[in-house]
């Protein structure tokens, strides 16, 4: 990508680190590995003269040739974002590309001083990377679902020690939105549930034209998401949630919101506020393929009969499709612009305890054609607030609303 495909190139090794913002050392280190057996790398001795040590670097024609044949079966969805993340040289840690002075040092008298050295501001190769892996397995919406550690350290390279902090790196810096770690539990179909990934394509320094997607963020009076999900429920479902550790509930919830997105992004006109006995069964058929029964020790509440546990499906469909409901009421009565056919997806927000609850929602276009953010601030009134993109909201607010986590909370 950094030739433009060109075919052999006439580089010193301190040539081709420079273009490859890499150190020479590490040029020095992998080139050898990937041009043996010519797998990855041809690369050539050529004489240009004394003391310029020079070689011809050429992508194997086998890689080529995998290359033609990926192209012509499938495109990738952010191909654009990955280019540029992986061929820009500027992109940097963090929103601000302004890199701080550095001072001249205080010469030291009869000693020499080395020369103050500036750290590098560019995000690292390893976590451009990292975050180009992810963008190829994400949705038109930036979300990476069933890309678990294992299948990450074998498409990257790197191992879970270099994996982790370069995973957090990503989400201070405002690449990943937020996070759901994975979890093992019987209760769902796969048992082992990767952790799922939110990006930011919106991300100030992946931008090239415009936000790639929408979001609308709605403020309005309620409980955190264990009451809320436990209203109205029986006896049985409040038994079955209580058992539940946190991790897991929160990936349960994540389920749940999937299909809330499912609804609102393919049965706008289909949703209304539903009576508890309203059926819509292929919703209920998608729940049921999910989750497993429980059929644990009675003493610890993971135990649930068959006729108990199809209450708990009817509880979750239920859930589902008055939340969606509630949702696209508050939209209709808001927003002017036309939600039908937008593909939407829930994402998660912090919960709050001064007694509002917040849900955001990612569109793969915006809602007015003026502004590609809006909060409704007031469930009463209806106040709506329009921004032109996320970073014109408060650092804090992007924090509360599940557009970008706070590194503060760990």
Known sequence: MRFGGE?????????????????????????????????????????????RPTRSYEIAPSLQEVERRSKSIASLTHEPLIRHLLSCSDIQESDSIVEDDVGEPEQAVGYKQPPARKKSTRLSVSNRLLLAVLMCHADDLGVVRRVGMPMLKQLTGLDEAKLKPRLRRLVHLGFIRSSIAGVTSSIFAEVKVSTTYFLNLNHPQLRLEEDYCASIVLQEYGVGRRETVSAAAPAVVLRFFHALREPVFEVLYLKLARYMSHLL??????????????????????????????????????????????EVIDHFHWFVVARAAKIKSRLESTVLGDLKDSRMEVIPSPDRDDGSRIT???????????????????????????FNGETQ?????RYQFGLQTNPKSG
């Open 360 to 386: 955001t929602l990612l569109l793969r276009r915006g809602p007015v054609p003026t502004a590609s953010c809006l909060v409704i601030r007031d469930a009463r009134s209806g106040f709506c607030e329009p």
């Open 265 to 310: 992004s393919h049965h706008w006109n289909e949703l209304r506020l539903p009576e508890r006995s309203w059926e819509f069964a292929p919703l209920k058929n998608m729940i049921s393929a999910d989750f497993n029964r429980p059929q644990g020790d009675f003493a610890t509440g993971l135990a649930i009969g068959e006729a108990d546990w199809l």
């Open 7 to 51: 075919g052999a190139v006439l580089l010193t090794v301190k040539e081709l680190a420079g273009r490859l913002m890499i150190s020479s050392r590490l040029v020095m280190e992998v080139v050898p590995e990937l041009a043996r057996d010519e797998a990855f790398l041809v690369v050539k001795d050529v004489s240009v003269g004394r003391g």
């Open 393 to 397: 909201l408060a650092e804090e607010e």
